[in-house]
C-alpha cells in the first residue's frame, strides 16, 4: 500500500529533503505532494486522500501554533508532524499537545527512521479509524435493536447500557457507569417477591454463559415492574481471559400474559371460565394420589341438564349459554373451595369433590345442587326453572383411575335419567353388566345393517264389520343368527342412542314400501301400510326428502303409505311437527296417530295437524274387559265425529271385538285376527279374505 504526504513548505530545501527521505524509506512505499502556502494546503486537504501531513510551522501567510490548529480543524483524523528550526521546540511541543503525532527539528530529520515513524503512525491512525468505524457501528446496531444490553468490568461495575436498556432500567448510561449491576437490574421472583442473583454475577463467578431463572421481574428505578427474560455470557480478550461481562435481556411481560392466556384458555372451558376435562383429569390424578396415601375417599359427580335442548331450541342459543353461565356459578357456590366444578361439554358437568368425601356426603352435596339448581334462573326477560341428573361415582370403591371414575358416574347419571331424571343415583357394579350388554348390542346392530339380518312382519290390519283385510303394519325384526328373532324392544333403544335408528327406520320405510308395490304387482291391492316413524327419523333435516325419494324409487302410490307418528312425538314441539306433517301431507301420504290416548290426548291440538287415522292404544282396548270399555267408547265417538279414521290396536278376544264393532270402531288388528307375518304368509292371508268372485 502507498501512503500519500501532503508536504507544507515553502523552504525549497526542506521538502526536497524530506521528499529524498520518503523516497529512501524502507516501510514505504511513499508518495509526496507539495504545497508552499497554509491555503494552498487547506484547500489540497479538501479533495482528501492524504494519509499524513508534514507541516512547516513557518509559512508566508502564516506562522506557529495557528498553522496547526486550522490543519487539524480540517483533517482531525489525519495523522500531523510539525516541522521548525531547533531554537523553536517548544512550540513543536505545544502542538504535541494539541494532536500532533510528532515534530521534526530543521537539519535533524534526514534519517529512515523519521520516515519509519510516520508509516507507524499512518498505519495506527488507520486502526484506529477502522476501530472508532465498528465502535460507532456497534453502538448504532446496538441502539437499534429492541433487546436490552448491559456490559460490566469483572468487578461487577457497569461499563455500558444501549438505549433499551436505559429505557428498561430507567438509568441512563452515564448515570449507570460505575454503579454495580445489581442496583441497575433489580431482580425479584415474580411469585414470592424475593431477591433473584443477577446471571451476570454467576457469569464472573464461573467463567461461563447463564441464563436467568424463570419468573425473574426487573424492578425499574421509578419502582415499576417489568417481567424479563435474559442470557448473559463473559467477554473474552485477545488473551482468551474473561475482562468482564454481558447481559441481554428484554420484556416478556406481554407474551407471558399471553402464554399465562394461552394456558388457562387451554385448561378453562371459554364459556364458563370452569375448568375442562384437562385441568379436570389432573386433579382428579392429584386427587387419588392424595387419597391414596390418606385413606381417604373421592367422589365424583356427572350432571346434565334435564331438557336442556327444549330451553335453546325454544329461547335461542345467546339464552342458553347464559343457563350454562348461571348454572356454573350455582354449582361452584355449592361446593367448598378444595372442589372442582368442571364443564365437560355441552350441558354436561362434573363435580369433583376432595378431602375423605364419603357416601353419605356425597348424598348431602348432591340434594343441594339438586335443590340450587330448581330455584328459578332470571335471564333477561325470560324465567327459567331446570333439573338436573346426577350420577355419582367413589374411589376407591367405584374405580382407581380418572377414566374409569368418569365412565361410572356417566353411567349413574343415565340411570338417574332413566329413573325420572331430577335425581341422583350412586354407580352399582350392576351397570356395568348392562352397559356391556348395551355395547355387544351397539356392535352388533352396525353388523346387522351390513349383513342385511333386519326382516319385516306384516301384521294385517281388518275391517271390524266385513272382516276384510284393509292393510298392514310393517313391524320390525331382528334375525340375529346367534340370539334368533328379536324384537325391537331388545334394541330400539340403543339404535337410538347409537344414532342407528334413522337408518334402520329408511331400512323399514324402504322394504315396507317395494314389499307393498310387490303384492301390488302380484294382484293383491293392498290400502295400505303403516310403517312406525320414531323421534329421531320424524325430525331428521332429510326426512320429508327420503319418504319422496322412496316412493319414487319403489313406485308405489303415496296415498298407499300411512306413516305412523306418537302423540308424544308430535306434542314434543307442535309447532315444528305441523310443518312437517303438511309437508308430508302435500306428498299425499296418510297421517296416522299411534298409541292415542297414552299422550296428551288433546283433540285440540290433534286438529291443527291433518291427520287421517286415530289408533287407540291397546291398553284401552284390554280395559274393555274390566271397565265396559267407558274410556275406548269416548274416544271412537270423539275421533269419529272429527271424521278420522279409528283403529283399534292389540284385540285378542271376542268380547273385546263385539264391543268395537258396538261402538262403531272401523278397523282393528290385534292377535284375535293374526299376529306378524312374513310376506308370503301375509299374501296367502289377504287372498284367503277376498271375497268370492261374482
Known amino acids: 500500500m502507498t501512503y500519500r504526504v501532503l508536504i507544507v513548505s515553502a523552504d525549497a530545501d526542506d521538502s526536497s529533503a524530506m521528499r529524498e527521505m520518503l523516497v529512501e524509506a524502507l516501510d514505504g512505499p511513499f508518495s509526496s505532494e507539495r504545497v508552499r502556502s497554509l491555503a494552498d494546503a487547506l484547500t489540497r486537504l479538501q479533495d482528501r486522500g492524504i494519509d499524513a501531513v508534514l ?14 490548529e486550522q490543519v487539524f480543524a480540517a483533517v482531525p ?18 502542538t504535541l499537545q494539541r494532536g500532533a503525532q510528532g515534530y521534526l527539528l530543521k537539519g535533524r530529520f534526514a534519517s529512515y527512521l523519521v520516515a519509519q515513524s510516520l508509516g507507524h503512525i499512518i498505519q495506527r491512525r488507520n486502526v484506529e479509524a477502522n476501530l472508532f468505524f465498528e465502535r460507532a457501528r456497534a453502538e448504532i ?12 468490568d469483572m468487578q461487577g461495575a457497569v461499563e455500558y447500557l444501549n438505549v433499551a436498556a436505559e429505557q428498561m432500567t430507567g438509568w441512563l448510561r ?21 431477591k433473584v442473583a443477577n446471571p451476570l454475577e454467576l457469569v464472573l463467578r464461573e467463567h461461563k454463559p447463564m441464563g436467568m431463572k424463570a419468573g425473574t421481574v ?70 387419588i394420589d392424595l387419597a391414596e396415601r390418606t385413606g381417604n375417599a373421592i367422589a365424583l359427580f356427572f350432571l346434565d341438564l334435564d331438557h336442556f335442548k327444549s330451553i335453546n331450541d325454544s329461547l335461542g342459543h345467546a339464552t342458553g349459554d347464559k343457563l350454562l353461565k348461571a348454572v356454573a356459578v350455582r354449582l361452584s357456590a355449592s361446593v367448598r373451595n378444595s372442589d372442582t366444578v368442571c364443564r365437560n361439554g355441552g350441558d354436561e358437568f362434573v363435580v369433583l369433590l376432595v378431602e375423605g368425601r364419603k357416601m353419605q356426603d356425597a348424598s348431602v352435596t348432591a340434594q343441594k345442587i339438586i ?22 361415582s367413589v374411589y376407591p370403591m367405584d374405580a382407581d383411575n380418572a377414566d374409569t371414575l368418569l365412565k361410572n358416574a356417566d353411567m349413574a347419571m343415565y340411570h338417574a335419567k332413566k329413573a325420572g331424571r331430577n335425581n341422583f343415583q350412586f354407580f352399582k357394579h350392576a351397570m356395568n353388566v348392562h352397559a356391556d350388554e348395551r355395547q355387544v348390542i351397539e356392535k352388533s346392530l352396525w353388523q346387522a ?22 292393510g298392514a303394519e310393517a313391524l320390525l325384526r331382528w334375525q340375529h343368527p346367534q340370539w334368533g328373532v328379536t324384537l325391537p324392544e331388545g334394541f330400539v333403544k340403543v339404535a337410538e342412542a347409537c344414532g342407528l335408528i334413522v337408518s334402520i327406520g329408511r331400512w323399514v320405510l324402504r322394504e315396507a314400501c317395494r314389499q307393498t308395490r310387490h303384492w301390488q304387482e302380484q294382484g293383491l291391492h293392498l290400502a295400505s301400510i303403516a310403517v312406525n316413524i320414531s323421534a329421531l327419523e320424524f325430525r331428521h333435516p332429510d326426512f320429508v326428502a327420503e319418504v319422496k325419494t322412496i316412493l319414487y324409487e319403489t313406485g308405489l302410490e303415496p296415498g298407499c303409505l300411512q306413516l305412523e307418528i306418537t302423540e308424544s312425538i308430535l306434542m314434543r314441539d307442535a309447532e315444528l311437527s305441523s310443518g312437517i306433517l303438511q309437508q308430508l301431507k302435500g306428498l299425499g301420504v296418510q297421517l296416522a296417530v299411534d298409541d292415542y290416548g297414552t299422550g296428551y290426548s288433546s283433540l285440540s291440538y290433534l286438529q291443527k295437524f291433518p291427520i287421517d287415522v286415530l289408533k287407540i292404544d291397546k291398553s284401552f282396548v284390554h280395559a274393555i274387559d274390566t271397565s265396559n270399555g267407558v ?25 273385546q271385538l263385539l264391543f268395537l264393532k258396538s261402538a262403531q270402531c272401523e278397523e282393528g288388528q290385534g292377535y284375535l285376527f293374526s299376529r306378524g307375518l312374513l310376506g308370503e304368509q301375509f299374501a296367502d292371508l289377504f287372498l284367503a279374505k277376498l271375497p268370492p268372485a261374482a
Open 55 to 68: 507541516l512547516d510551522l513557518s509559512l508566508p501567510d502564516s506562522q506557529g501554533i495557528a498553522s496547526f
Open 77 to 94: 483524523q489525519t495523522p500531523i508532524m510539525t516541522l521548525c528550526i531547533p531554537e523553536d521546540e517548544a512550540l513543536a511541543l505545544q
Open 141 to 152: 446496531t446496538l441502539n437499534s435493536i429492541s433487546d436490552a444490553v448491559i456490559s460490566t
Open 174 to 194: 452515564n448515570e449507570a457507569q460505575g454503579q454495580p449491576i445489581e442496583r441497575v437490574m433489580n431482580l425479584v421472583d415474580v411469585d414470592s417477591g424475593a
Open 218 to 287: 426487573l424492578i425499574r428505578r421509578d419502582g415499576s415492574h417489568v417481567a424479563i427474560e435474559d442470557s448473559a455470557a463473559p467477554i473474552i480478550d485477545a488473551n482468551q481471559q474473561a475482562s468482564g461481562a454481558v447481559i441481554v435481556f428484554h420484556d416478556v411481560t406481554e407474551s407471558r400474559s399471553r402464554a399465562m392466556k394461552m394456558a388457562h384458555l387451554a385448561q378453562h372451558d371459554f364459556l364458563t371460565q370452569l375448568p375442562n376435562r384437562v385441568l379436570l383429569n389432573d386433579r382428579i390424578a392429584k386427587a
Open 371 to 392: 335443590s340450587a339448581l330448581a330455584e328459578p334462573f332470571i335471564l333477561g326477560p325470560h324465567e327459567v326453572q331446570v333439573s338436573c341428573s346426577i350420577g355419582i
Open 449 to 470: 345393517l351390513q349383513w342385511q339380518e333386519f326382516i319385516l312382519h306384516y301384521q294385517p290390519k281388518f275391517n271390524l264389520e266385513t272382516g276384510a283385510v284393509t
Open 631 to 655: 274410556i275406548a267408547s269416548a274416544m271412537i265417538a270423539m275421533g269419529s265425529s272429527l271424521q278420522y279414521k279409528m283403529v283399534a290396536e292389540g284385540v285378542e278376544n271376542q268380547e
